[in-house]
């Protein structure tokens, strides 16, 4: 009983010293910030959506539209349910019978988590845009300040663009949800569930949080600035969760047994649930990124599907050549890459540019989680960097591509910009991405393990984390 | 008496409990179990991951005859189990010294 006090006195030490750095923090920035609240959201408005739709609503005062309320109500429930039950199914299938719950609970419990800090200060320091200036760089070009910290200043009356800002700050909660999410299958059957949460909860603060600032909360952030396209989350999202993955895999160590022992999946009856469920979700994840229910969404729609029917028989039709058989898990592997591949890239590609992308997602993310994986001898258990990863960066790389209208895109480039300057830009926000989040993940895993240690002992491994964790069997038959 | 077991393909159960009724057995005992005999293992593949499975499941029936119908039984069990294909099993015959049945307290061929 000594070592489970210990861990919960020094999270709740941890905690006490989140809650004091913040309480001094706080007050701090937002009076050398200063901005009234009212222009504050007008410009988060306009800055903040993506679609064109949302800009020109902005232009005049922004009112209520039903219908893009309607449709971003959906979509956030979407993407929520692409985490639960969608992506802990989808995991949960792929481990052995003795850690199911343990995925499964990772991935409930970090819904609750990512929830609770969101509304804290996620949020704030992720679309706070006080002191932000096109051009300039500053610490406000990497992190929001804590104006909006608890939604401050969120009435029933604030509008994003078109529809209320409580149901944008929800939206985009979902995704703050699912991206820490996808990390859990890198380190799947091994790792503490307290140190699991400590780890999530640091790397969403460090990583995520001001990943989604400097892409996505408009001028004066450092890659938006830079130009970077990325709709629905290829860096910030994809490669931010496989990089972190890899990391993970990597700091971590080896399962016991591996590669050696047989570690099949054990119902990839389920595997293929989640994966559907996924699936079908993602249309919120991709389509709700317009933040309206508008032409932008209605083109979303149409890439998402193509790339990801395209990236499940890419896949399919490598293994079938590569091995002699077809697999479940290997189509629905592939289904997820395609889907990860257009993230990025499904505001401004049109249905050419998805063939493509899902092509080379689904035949690159098989060569990288099946023959790379094996001969670099890392063990990211459910192939998060493979998947996520390679397909995000694929994606996003392309994105500069065949966003261009005369290779089939939708976007409209602006003045000078040509298909090498902008994949240029692309792979300079995936390679920034890359060291980021690799170096901090790394930094905030080494912390971890001093503070709770990572792994579970060997014989909580052997034993299942089901049962030397949680007390619980997924399967009393 | 005789004991007869037999490991069969899993799929063929169904076959075989409707052969042996038709002889007239009352009963038998089935278990899923693994082995390997000639048929070996087979192998499986996930993401690249390639593993070796030596153990195949396979149906264990056991039934208590009286010696009449013995060779019966075993003839129609290998009539219906057999595929023609590598892996239908093997039938055992061993000699059963005594056999009760628990509520009644009856014994030998009268229990069975």
Redesign the interface.
Known sequence: MKRPLATSRVLTYLWSVALIAFALIGPDLSLAQDAPAEPAAAEAAASVAEAPAAEEAAEAAPTLDTGDTAWMLTSTVLVLFMCIPGLALFYGGMVRSKNILSVLMQCFAVAGLMTVLWTIFGYSVAFDTTGMEAGSFGLNSIIGGFSKAFFSGLTTESLIGTIPESVFATFQMTFAIITPALIVGAFAERMKFSATLLFLGLWFTLCYVPMVHMVWSGDGALMWDWGVLDFAGGTVVHINAGIAGLVAALVLGKRKGY?GT????HNLGLTLVGASILWIGWFGFNCGSALAAGQSAGMAMLVTQICTGTAALAWMTAEWIK?G?P?L??IA?GAIAGLVGITPACGTVGPMGALVIGALAGFLAFVF???I??ALGYDDSL?VFGVHGIAGIVGAILTGVFAFPAMGGVWEPGEGATIASQVWIQTKSVLFTIVYTGVLSFIILKIVDVVVGLRVSTDQEEEGLDLSLHDERGYNL | MKLITAIIKPFKLDDVRQAVADIGVQGITVTEVQGFGRQRGHTELYRGAEYRVDFLPKTKIELAVDDSIAEQVVEAITNVARTGKIGDGKIFVIALEQAVRIRTGETGVEAV
């Open positions: 590669p047989a570690m099949p999946p091995h058989k697999s898990l290997g592997s989680s099946t023959s994986k094996r192939d």
